[in-house]
């Protein structure tokens, strides 16, 4: 039923608090099975033979995946390991919550979570990526969350990339990178076959370097892409990664942008990427005012995901709301984010006093 | 809870009216995640696949006055409570043995005042006592109270069991640092005790509360002492003939200063870290060391402290080890280096006067390798006192029953053996532990007759007997 590497982590967690101060959903919700060693009990037992259920498998869906028990984990286990095998068998037996196979679902009709098409992008965003040439040395993936939620981030992105005169195209029917379903019932076959097929898109780009804005995708690409053994022709970068180089080699300069702020770090992209100082090179490049937040870079304590929010609306809202409590620490008017996901959860949430700002938009608006 | 029939919905029903419906839960997973703390006996029972002993429903509060409305519920219809923070304690005592309710504290996580002035700071006990000390780190300030659990313990948690760190020889125990409390008595009274604990305004009630393990309430907020970084923590280690010498010059530098760091190993346990220091095998007792404050103070210290270690022989090992030891301190306890299953295992602490802490190592260890042959003991003294300190000492069997009834059994000859040594020879229960579910029975042998105050202030607090049953032996 599981992997072996799933049954030895679980069977480290089982009995080991020893990481639950930095579980963003376990902290906010005090619910003790929200803790990965909690979830890790609960698989024991199954593994000593009680049955997986339904009410199991909701629990291994309360949590957003920010491998920060992972992170923290002196001795290198990684819990979202045995979350995501524990999320697949909910799925083989029909025990997955309705949320979450409605999600399933979106996925399988329109290749994205929110269930639209490309007729749901906006028409500015639509307008841009039709201007853009079929092929191009340079590829931008956007991610699903960009393309239907934050259509002004990845405006931005564009706009930057033609201010540097960078020769790049975006896929007009962007797939799924296969990283959401990815999330929602592990790395299965399917999820493999879905991976292979934005290979294929990618590679008919004719790109040689792979931009993307979407963390989460990005992970995919550079991680579970290589386990899998699926090649990509093209180089993958960050958003964040390739914008703060162009800045770097002088094909992007800023003005300052006048503003003190803080950054919430985005947990794929400082954890899983090991990324953590290029959004802070493009906050510098503005000349912002920065004051860290409590818990930062490799650190830093997630506010949730699009994903968690679509499908446990309360869970997302308490993530959210319990960064924002660090963020008005900070003692400044506005929190930068430097991916589109991030940005979407911490503006959902966001107290009256204080205001969201992508840090490409900022910049975008700054060049 | 055994009430018949639609009984228990309306139970359930007056608890939803008043903590929320979301905060109350009788999923079966729920009360499985909230059967299990660090106590070996449900860990072996979990890691056995025998079901363990839970409550019937968690209740999850955010506020005192939540509190205060599911205890009126629950002495109303007698219903035990248990409290229920970050289930890191290793005695049971946050287990709902009887079933009724857990009542989970965790969303009671906020800092309620943070005075900068008095150095103190008020927080809510369902705080995780990490993200407390982060907060003070922002400040600039410390609660200097660094348990090997500070990741996983609540704050409620630590004032249950009067907990201790590893800087407490300089800093204290939490009954040190605790100032005040508000707590909720079982018929939901909301009480504080006095803004501050020194006083001669009648006794300390902190002290009736700090290491009553939820036995006589809920404590709710309470209020800490707050520490300025130390400008400098100098570590140094050194290697002495025996255990009595050690424990002589542990005796000797608590005359002159306070260390904040003290840590004294028996032969058993000094083998294999002086194997990892020096490459080579060494007898003795090795003592790791830290002193904290201002450079030039800790500069004088230092040079005091070289000179008794070394007018008692001992052998100078440097900064090195301690530095080391102080980045990876709680390394130890994540798996597979904590003690875990499949090991049967104990940490029996104990605390006694200089005159008796060596007769109680060597009776302890007596009674476990003499009784128990295929048991090793090990122990370090690391929390010392102007009068006295504490022996952390450990048992482990590599290979315990399988069965569990039968490992029940033998895991509770070995610790009542050793414990009771220690009591013949002027030692307590536990040091900083607690009692729990483990150790209650050895209570009224500790005690005797004065064990009677403490049941009368139970039989006062808590008539029906609702606050944690069968916990702290009352």
Known sequence: MFSEQAVKTFMACRFCPMCRHVCPIGLTTGNEGNTPRGKGLLLNYVHTGMEFTAEMAQDMYECCLCHNCASECETGFSPPLFIREARTQAVVQDLAPPAVRALLDNLEATDNIFGLTAENVSPDLREAVGTLPETAPTLLYLGATARFKTPDIALAVIRLLQKAGVEFTVLADEPSSGAEPGDLMGFVEDVRQVAQKCAAAITASGAATLVVLDAHSARMFKQQYAEWGIALPAAVVTATDYVAGLLRDGRLSAKAAGVAATFQDDSALSRELDETETPREIIAAMGIDLKEMFLNRKRVKSGGTVLLMEYAPRLGQLAGEGRWLDAQRAGVPVLLTSTPDSFVVMRETQPETMTTTDIFVLLEQNT | ?474
């Not at chain 2, 000859?413 to 209650?440: E, P, S, T």
């Open chain 2, 1 to 474: 809870m055994n009430p018949k029939g639609y009984m228990t919905q309306m139970i359930l029903s007056e608890l939803e009216d008043a903590v929320g419906r979301d905060n109350v839960s009788t999923r079966e997973t729920d009360k499985i995640v909230t059967a299990v703390d660090l106590f070996w006996i449900p860990r072996m029972w979990a890691d056995r696949g025998q079901y363990p002993a839970t409550a019937d429903v968690i209740v999850r509060p955010g506020t005192t006055e939540e509190v205060a409305k599911v205890l009126v519920i629950a002495n109303y219809y007698k219903i035990p409570v248990t409290t229920w923070g970050g289930g890191s304690g290793s005695q049971g005592g946050a287990l709902a043995v009887t079933g009724g309710i857990i009542l989970d504290t965790k969303r009671m996580n906020k800092v309620v005042e943070y005075d900068p002035d008095s150095m103190t700071v008020t927080v809510e006990t369902g705080m995780n006592f990490q993200q407390l000390e982060w907060y003070a780190n922002e400040h600039g300030h410390s609660l200097m109270h660094y348990p090997s659990s500070i990741t996983c313990g609540t704050v409620g948690g630590f004032i249950a069991h009067n907990g201790i760190g590893v800087l407490s020889t300089r800093y204290g125990k939490i009954d040190d640092m605790c100032l005040s409390m508000e707590v909720v008595l079982p018929n939901g009274s909301i009480i504080h005790t006095l803004p501050i604990p020194k006083h001669s305004s009648g006794p300390d009630l902190n002290a009736i509360f700090l290491g009553a393990e939820g036995t006589f309430g809920v404590v709710t907020k309470a209020t800490f002492r707050l520490f300025e970084m130390p400008e400098v923590r100098k570590f140094r280690a050194f290697l002495f003939p025996d255990l009595t010498t050690g424990i002589a010059v542990g005796r000797e530098i608590l005359k002159k200063m306070k260390p904040s760091i003290m840590r004294l190993y028996d032969e058993a346990e000094t083998a294999s870290i002086i194997k990892k220091i020096l490459g080579v095998s060494k007898t003795g007792a090795f003592m790791n060391l830290a002193l904290d404050g201002l450079a030039e103070v800790v500069a004088i210290e230092e040079r005091i402290m070289i000179e008794i270690c070394k007018k008692y022989g001992g052998m100078d090992l440097g900064p090195e080890y301690g530095e080391k030891w102080w980045d990876s301190r709680v390394t130890f306890f994540f798996p597979p280096h904590a003690l875990d299953l499949p090991l049967m295992h104990g940490t029996m602490d104990s605390v006694a006067t200089f005159a008796n802490i060596e007769k109680i190592y060597w009776a302890m260890k007596h009674a476990v390798e003499d009784n128990f042959p295929d048991v090793r003991f090990i122990a370090h003294f690391s929390h010392w006192y102007e009068w006295g300190c504490i022996i952390y000492d450990r048992f482990i069997m590599e290979k315990p029953p399988a069965d569990p009834e039968e490992a029940l059994r033998l895991h509770n000859q070995i610790w009542y053996k050793a414990v009771r040594a220690a009591l013949a020879n002027g030692g307590v229960v536990n040091d900083h532990h607690g009692v729990g579910l483990k150790l209650g029975k050895l209570m009224k042998e500790q005690y005797g007759p004065t064990m009677q105050v403490l049941e009368g202030i139970k039989k006062a607090l808590d008539p029906n007997g609702i606050m944690n049953p069968f916990k702290m032996g009352v």
